[in-house]
């Protein structure tokens, strides 16, 4: 699988909410509200929510009382997958969703 540039990340990362199985009966939902701040719920519910960044080869994560992570997307035709900084895939893209389905601007 190849890496998505940054001008790919852009387009669609910022103002869209990611839904990405990661392994869990439930999938884990992350929201970009813009290019600095990014909510998420994980499948056991716990909610996130912290600062981002684009770094030359992906994006960094700091997520306020929880982890810093960089992260890079992965793509092969039809697939899209998070991947974290030592090379492994954590999680594959189920769906795009346009927005703030999951209300985390108004928690």
Known sequence: MEFLAREALTGLMVGSTHYVDIGQPKEAAIYYADAERAYMTLPD????????????????????????????????????????AEGAERGTVVRIVPGDPEGFSRR
């Open 45 to 84: 519910g716990r909610a996130l929510a912290g600062d981002w960044h684009f770094t030359a080869d992906g994006y960094h994560v700091a997520w306020t009382g929880g982890p810093r992570a960089d992260w890079r997307i992965a793509f092969a035709p039809g697939r899209l997958a998070y991947v974290d």
